[in-house]
C-alpha cells in the first residue's frame, strides 16, 4: 500500500511570505503528526491531529497551525516565515489506536528554505 | 516530562563488528521506547518499538534493543554490523501519538 506522501518535497520562500505543507497519510490512518527537523533543534513535535481534531500541540508560535480534512489529510500552515523557519518537515500516520497501536510512519519531508 | 538523551553524537565502528549506540529515556508511567532510522534526504523508518514484555525486542534489519529499567536505558544493538548500516539513528519515547526524540547518533560503519 501506498506510504505517507509529503508535498512538495522542496519549497524556497521568501521572509515574511506564508506557506502550506501537505501530507496524505496512509490509507485508513486517522492520526496525523507533524515535526520539524533542524540541525541545531532536532526533531520537534509541532501538533498532532486525529479525526480532525487537534489533539496535541507542541511548543511552536501561533505562526505554525494546521488542520485536518475528513479523508485524514493534513496540512500545516507557517505564516510570516522568519530565516529560522528553514527546515525538514516531516508528516507522520498512524492508526491513533494508543497504545494498542503505536507504529507511526513517516514520509520523506518537505525540505523548506526560508531566504 | 518525557524525554530521551542519546550522548554520543557519532560511533564508529568497524564492518562485521558488533554496534551499540545509546539511549536513557526519562519517562513519567509506562515508558514506550522506540527505534527509528533516517537515511540522507529521506524520512524516520521504524526499527523496533518497547511497549511491555520481554526486555529484548528484535526489530528490523537485524537489530535488535535491550531495555533496562533499572539503567533507565534502551541501548540499539547489532551482531554484526554493515557499511549499509550508516546512517542517522533516533531514539524516542512516545506519549499518544507524540514522539519525544533524542538528538540522533551518527553511525559510520567502516569497510
Same mark, same amino acid.
Given at each position: 500500500?501506498?506510504?505517507?506522501?509529503?508535498?512538495?518535497?522542496?519549497?524556497?520562500?521568501?521572509? /515574511?511570505?506564508?506557506?502550506?505543507?501537505?501530507?496524505?497519510?496512509?490509507? /485508513?490512518?486517522?492520526?496525523?503528526?507533524?515535526?520539524?527537523?533542524?540541525? /541545531?533543534?532536532?526533531?520537534?513535535?509541532?501538533?498532532?491531529?486525529?479525526?480532525?481534531?487537534?489533539?496535541?500541540?507542541?511548543?511552536?508560535? /501561533?505562526?505554525?497551525?494546521?488542520?485536518?480534512?475528513?479523508?485524514?489529510?493534513?496540512?500545516?500552515?507557517?505564516?510570516?516565515?522568519?530565516?529560522?523557519?528553514?527546515?525538514?518537515?516531516?508528516?507522520?500516520?498512524?492508526?491513533?489506536?494508543?497504545?494498542?497501536?503505536?507504529?507511526?510512519?513517516?514520509?520523506?519531508?518537505?525540505?523548506?528554505?526560508?531566504? | 516530562?518525557?524525554?530521551?538523551?542519546?550522548?554520543?553524537?557519532?560511533?564508529?565502528?568497524?564492518?562485521?563488528?558488533?554496534?551499540?549506540?545509546?539511549?536513557?529515556?526519562?519517562?513519567?508511567?509506562?515508558?514506550?521506547?522506540?527505534?527509528?532510522?533516517?537515511?540522507?534526504?529521506?524520512?524516520?523508518?521504524?526499527?523496533?518499538?518497547?511497549?511491555?514484555?520481554?526486555?529484548?525486542?528484535?526489530?528490523?534489519?537485524?537489530?535488535?534493543?535491550?531495555?533496562?529499567?533499572?539503567?533507565?536505558?534502551?541501548?540499539?544493538?547489532?551482531?554484526?554490523?554493515?557499511?549499509?548500516?550508516?546512517?542517522?539513528?533516533?531514539?524516542?519515547?512516545?506519549?499518544?501519538?507524540?514522539?519525544?526524540?533524542?538528538?540522533?547518533?551518527?553511525?559510520?560503519?567502516?569497510?
Amino acid at each position: 500500500k501506498a506510504g505517507v506522501t509529503q508535498t512538495p518535497r522542496y519549497l524556497i520562500k521568501t521572509r /515574511g511570505q506564508q506557506v502550506t505543507l501537505s501530507c496524505s497519510p496512509i490509507s /485508513g490512518h486517522r492520526s496525523v503528526s507533524w515535526y520539524q527537523q533542524t540541525p /541545531g533543534q532536532g526533531l520537534q513535535f509541532l501538533f498532532e491531529y486525529f479525526s480532525e481534531t487537534q489533539r496535541n500541540k507542541g511548543n511552536f508560535p /501561533g505562526r505554525f497551525s494546521g488542520r485536518q480534512f475528513s479523508n485524514s489529510r493534513s496540512e500545516m500552515n507557517v505564516s510570516t516565515l522568519e530565516l529560522g523557519d528553514s527546515a525538514l518537515y516531516l508528516c507522520a500516520s498512524s492508526l491513533g489506536l494508543w497504545p494498542l497501536n503505536t507504529e507511526a510512519f513517516f514520509g520523506q519531508g518537505t525540505r523548506l528554505t526560508v531566504v | 516530562a518525557q524525554s530521551v538523551a542519546q550522548p554520543e553524537d557519532q560511533v564508529n565502528v568497524a564492518e562485521g563488528n558488533p554496534l551499540t549506540v545509546k539511549c536513557t529515556y526519562s519517562v513519567s508511567g509506562n515508558p514506550y521506547l522506540f527505534w527509528y532510522v533516517q537515511y540522507p534526504n529521506r524520512g524516520l523508518q521504524f526499527l523496533l518499538k518497547y511497549i511491555t514484555g520481554d526486555n529484548l525486542v528484535k526489530g528490523s534489519y537485524g537489530f535488535e534493543a535491550e531495555f533496562n529499567k533499572s539503567q533507565t536505558s534502551f541501548h540499539l544493538k547489532k551482531p554484526s554490523a554493515l557499511v549499509s548500516d550508516s546512517a542517522l539513528y533516533f531514539c524516542a519515547v512516545g506519549d499518544f501519538n507524540k514522539f519525544y526524540f533524542g538528538s540522533g547518533t551518527k553511525l559510520n560503519v567502516k569497510p
